[in-house]
């Protein structure tokens, strides 16, 4: 691969995935961290995070004046507002997920978008996993023949901080809009319809918010194939990421990634590592993954694989199963009508 | 253990699970296997498991004359009808499950062999499986703490012949009744809510026979920890029989057995055994068990831990799966009256 | 296999071992346990192993009178004595390893079995054991081509009772007598060359009587592949057994079996089980196997897999291993003259 | 931890081990890439590995001018020559293992190093492997008790060029020197007596340039514990890593890294990833992390925790091996003489 000239791109937002993202920027050789939208509490995790010398802004839109583009990684319920500024300056835009709690803003945002002439690529970090991209690649090739049912693990080994809730979208948004999304990346298929059922188990403070915190979600695919995803938000052992895929031929599944390989046998039994510990340690790699094809995107002026439509697809399958968990029925998950 | 007399059991069914279970009655030192009731087509099977000169019957009458006790694995269908006339007659009763497709002649069973003074135990294997044993003994000592969800994946390495399908009373019936029971043997919970999802991908004559063949279970507790069932009829890469538990401090999980510990490492990666090939290979101890159970329960007059109140909840369960299924929506299970 | 009169088995010795070989004797639907050969003060073990009205006897004179056959499961220091007088008197013989602690007595036994007429067998149980057998098959089906290394790994859960040692013969004729076995069965190779390095380090009391406790040893075969032996009396987390064979394709490894199949995940870290216990409960099945090699053995009047020779073969590593260690140099392994 | 200023390292030798290490100085924070010392004929790999604008060097001479440090890897028969000039320029020297073929030159190395004042650190990277750290620490807080065995696997996944061979210093002074050196950084004790079995097995040539390819080695320590080192140069199944110690209370095993965490049930079971592909997909890290000891011993003015003594170590248990299996026999590793 060639040289190009480095992307200036500003970070907007400063909590934990926000500095991820910067550190992420200012370690890639072909981007500049031009700087960072922070609230000024939070400027000292930067320096803890190695990241000296960094431009700071209390508003995206001081940064955007030295920005070719901008990573947006602020609570969800503002990335549409700043998307649609983003797009108003001629900024390309990489946004992290949900970009909205509902598709229809986010079919809206395309017009925009689409006559900006900006990339806009979204978050979803996990199609840029190389186990989970080794699978795609298995189930395109047709190793498994019929898939019969993708089953997928996805657990939090910490609930999230209360103060996170209110502004998340619920757990189907904020957190199982990955899965949904890759049921479809996986498969190339379509959800055609949600059975969510959503418990409050881990932590009652986080029901009295209005959330849950452990759920089971039943989901036909368009082609007939079956899915399941179990979900919770704290598993006290580790982060558990699995993913199994059954087919006429057999199976293939994606097993936790372990931080070390040190096993101690003693008296009691052989202890293994739990998972590795944090989504960051998980996927910090699929994060600089999908940095790199938003680089590569924005040279080339090319779509990115993972934009809008996307995005609208999961949050629809995410709005479904949370009328599902409401009303207790089966939602069938209709085409959006703008594609 | 003290030596007790032998128990004459005569078994009642010439199928695979019929000879199996002749053959566990023969080897056991504490039972004598009285003869066997089986169509004249199956008997060269017997000698081809090892069972010769035993006293063939065409009728579980004349079989009786020579038994203390019956053990039912003929079809499914079968069962309600030998149970009263093996009652009536005044003789112990080890049958197989399902006893019957619907809950109430269960519970109408119940007075008949509580009339009549003879044991009943109902065929629920896995229960005297030792890892769920182990299982279920962890989680009575807490070792989790509340309980969030049960995950129990069920799957069959290879369809049934199509001849079984329509005397099964359907994969819920035949085939996750182990499940619902299991979840009520593993945790003293009950089951309160079922959405089943049902599909027809292996084969497309099990349809045609009005029978499904992949499922999603989604249940909820009376306690309020949810439970998730996936099941196939076939794997093709051995008999796939997981547990997995999650609550407030971590999780047990039951892994697959496997038949050797010979690992291949070639170009091609390593090569480690498929689970075990079939429900035999994988439940023959706790049939064997199951057994023990039976002739320890008859010795000391009695009740075994499962007999027809279990055989009725976890028939309820099936039905209430199917009805969602039919219905597509979320099934209440009402508490059996006679409780 | 058609059925065959019942063999009449006397068992000498009423050890641990003894007994063991006694139920497997009663249990086998082809063999019948004549008696026990035991001392008084061992008789107790006999029921409590549920082995009721067997006939007992306190010399091996007596029970043969009501046997076809002996199983020799004495001390190792008896077992040369115990041969001759069962060929003088026309008996099959199974003998328990090793059959005597030098190579000499044993070719000596080989003229006096030979002259007799009867079948000896010497047990060598890991040759019965599955995994080892499909480990040898698929090397004889040259699946790794060439062999460069074969490594064993043969650690006992715990230390020998100290009474047992002084007539062991020691470590290396007691212990890896099997080893040695194993690697020429596996292979179909000879062994050419020899060190040992022993060491005293699970128990000082054992070294005080003259043995060791912990070994390495390093084996050239005939054909230049290499071998190693990593052996301990202790592992205070079970019964430790594995083998490695690498090639010039790959490897092929026989891991541990464990007894359950039971994760525990916690903050801890996911605990799995332990491997067996003991080598009952790991090899419990191969000396079943072996018992039904004998059977086959003397009912077609063969000479069985394992016989006097291939006994030889493994004592002359073991002296050749004790020699190694005490004079601290490799020792050459010469062929035995008779052959 | 506080900014520091850069440190300019020349990296001497452009084969792949010292691209690789051009590309970490040139990816750390606290160092910058001032050159690399490299034959022209190997230029063109170092912008396939995305080094653009390094300046280039026929000399160390040259490159030195432009350095603090140098980064020595070439070829090991060169290694002398060059700490030599470096320690006269007043260089500080991180150093490739193995640092000479014999004990001696390293030891007057020592002398020079000292009075030039320079720090000297050697290239033992996989003590920087965190797997490896985790197990000498437990091991440092007497998690095993006593140790019993240490057991390490060193198995590439390709035999090397046969020009690499002449220059190696051979298989143990080049390959086996790492296991030497870890026996010690593990345990904290020393190599007592070494007995090394080598054969040429992988590949003929190898043989004919004198050389093997194979190798045992057993090892006694200084405080009584046993060690094994079971050595090959081609796996063809990856890069075969582990170590285990055994002990009073149990054992420690590192088990092998693997590239991806995707497994494929089918018919013909189930097949796992292979091992990492090579050293430097296993240990990039463990190299990054030495670069950064060297950094801070070179800021803190200290000796580093790997010098010229323990090379010393390491090379003169590797002449032993080399003896041991010249002569045939164990060979005693007396203390070097200098501590």
């Given at each position: 691969m060639g040289r190009m000239r480095r992307l200036n791109i500003a970070v907007v937002g400063g909590g934990r995935i926000g500095i991820m993202h910067a550190q992420l920027v200012a370690q890639s050789p072909q981007a500049m961290l031009a700087g960072v939208v922070i609230r000024s509490g939070n400027r000292a995790a930067l320096a803890q995070a190695g990241l000296y010398d960094v431009p700071l802004f209390d508003?995206?839109?001081?940064?955007?004046?030295?920005?070719?583009?901008?990573?947006?990684?602020?609570?969800?319920?503002?990335?549409?507002?700043?998307?649609?500024?983003?797009?108003?300056?001629?900024?390309?835009?990489?946004?992290?997920?949900?970009?909205?709690?509902?598709?229809?803003?986010?079919?809206?945002?395309?017009?925009?978008?689409?006559?900006?002439?900006?990339?806009?690529?979204?978050?979803?970090?996990?199609?840029?996993?190389?186990?989970?991209?080794?699978?795609?690649?298995?189930?395109?090739?047709?190793?498994?023949?019929?898939?019969?049912?993708?089953?997928?693990?996805?657990?939090?080994?910490?609930?999230?901080?209360?103060?996170?809730?209110?502004?998340?979208?619920?757990m189907f948004m904020d957190f199982n809009v990955h899965d949904f999304d890759m049921l479809t990346m996986l498969t190339g298929d379509r959800i055609a319809q949600v059975y969510a059922h959503g418990a409050n188990l881990v932590d009652a403070e986080i029901g009295r918010l209005g959330d849950i915190d452990t759920a089971t979600i039943s989901i036909r695919m368009h082609s007939g194939t079956l899915a399941s995803v179990l979900c919770s938000r704290e598993t006290n052992c580790g982060y558990d990421q699995r993913i199994e895929v059954w087919g006429e031929k057999g199976a293939l599944r994606v097993d936790n990634r372990l931080p070390h390989g040190v096993i101690s046998d003693s008296a009691m039994g052989s202890l293994h590592a739990n998972p590795l510990p944090d989504f960051i340690a998980r996927y910090r790699d699929s994060y600089q993954r999908q940095l790199q094809e938003f680089l590569t995107a924005v040279r080339d002026n090319k779509p990115p694989s993972v934009g809008l439509r996307e995005a609208a697809d999961a949050v629809h399958a995410a709005q479904a199963a949370k009328q599902s968990m409401e009303e207790n029925r089966p939602i069938t998950v209709t085409p959006i009508a703008s594609r």
């Open positions: 508003d995206m839109d001081a940064a955007m004046k030295k920005a070719d583009a901008v990573l947006i990684a602020t609570s969800s319920d503002a990335h549409v507002g700043l998307i649609r500024r983003a797009a108003a300056a001629g900024k390309h835009i990489l946004c992290e997920k949900p970009v909205a709690f509902e598709a229809q803003p986010i079919t809206a945002l395309r017009a925009i978008t689409d006559a900006s002439g900006v990339i806009i690529q979204v978050g979803f970090n996990r199609r840029f996993d190389t186990d989970f991209l080794r699978l795609r690649d298995m189930l395109r090739a047709q190793v498994l023949g019929r898939l019969h049912m993708i089953h997928i693990i996805n657990r939090d080994p910490k609930r999230p901080p209360l103060k996170f809730i209110p502004r998340s979208g619920g």
